[in-house]
């Protein structure tokens, strides 16, 4: 049995603890997981998880699909992908990085559509924004690529601006980089700015709520809740890659990579 607790950090947000409580465990998911990456909550209320299930072979990552309760409908929903990191869906298209390419299939069906060759090193994980412009990062560089609508290719702000770059999130002209630190873009003028103290990093997954409340996980880490305090969400078997939040259901779903399991944890 997991045990996670919540540690309230109040202001000035110097890294006190002022307070702890459990937190409210909805399930774990386990049993045919294969190092999990990434849980994208889908329309329908489906969760899709990648599995990259040995980062130096090709061919052996999948895709499994659960239901709100964390039960599988199908663990291999799509396979023969070789790593599949970062995932997101923009109007009816799933978008998959995998292996420094962006695999686009159609949803529901996971139809392929086509393959966009990215020109990175390590492509980590992927935004969509409104316009149809894609962001990937890439972990090995330091810097995000955007790849315009018609395919051409560039870095953004120019230069490398964010060591370690893994997890991204987009709202309109709000871009969030993770890395070694979590960055903000304003797309408006591409001015970059830090987010939070300089504990909150090794940032993988990013998320949003509808309040504008952030949410991260650090590679290995915890679930942290950006707000006025900070919320860090963790405890005994946590080790989170690429999380994601289910807005609707009011769970956030942390991936434990090497522990092979999905926990959904309720969120007020």
């Not at 990191?85 to 159609?106: A, S």
């Not at 939040?245 to 434990?256: D, Q, R, S």
Request: charged share 20%; net charge negative; hydrophobic share 40%.
């Amino acid at each position: 049995m997991l045990t996670l607790f919540l540690i309230l950090l109040g202001a000035p947000l110097d890294g006190e603890t002022s307070g702890e409580e459990t937190v409210d465990i909805a399930w774990i998911a386990e049993g045919g997981f294969c190092e999990p990456e990434t849980v994208l909550p889908l329309p329908d209320d489906t969760l899709l998880v990648s599995n990259v299930c040995d980062y130096a072979q090709t061919g052996n990552g999948y895709l499994t699909l659960l239901d709100r309760d964390g039960n599988a409908i199908d663990w291999r929903i799509l396979e023969g992908l070789d790593a599949p990191l970062g995932m997101t869906l923009h109007n009816g298209q799933l978008h998959v990085v995998d292996n420094n390419q962006v695999k686009v299939f159609r949803w529901p069906g996971f139809e392929a559509i086509k393959t966009i060759a990215l020109e990175t090193e390590v492509a980590n994980d992927i935004a969509v924004g409104a316009d149809d412009t894609v962001y990937v990062t890439d972990s090995a560089r330091g810097e995000v690529v955007v790849v315009s609508p018609d395919l051409e290719h560039s870095v953004l702000t120019g230069e490398p601006r964010f060591p370690g770059a893994n997890g991204i999130h987009i709202n309109n002209d709000d871009l969030w980089v993770g890395g070694g630190r979590l960055w903000h873009v304003d797309l408006r003028d591409l001015s970059v700015t830090t987010v939070g103290p300089d504990w909150v990093g090794g940032i993988d997954g990013i998320e949003q709520e509808a309040d504008g409340t952030l949410q991260v996980t650090p590679v290995a880490g915890p679930l942290i809740r950006l707000l006025d305090d900070i919320e860090v969400h963790g405890g005994e078997g946590v080790s989170s890659a690429n999380h994601g939040y289910a807005e609707k259901l009011g769970l956030a779903l942390i991936p434990t990579g090497f522990d092979n399991t999905v926990i959904a944890i309720r969120l007020n």
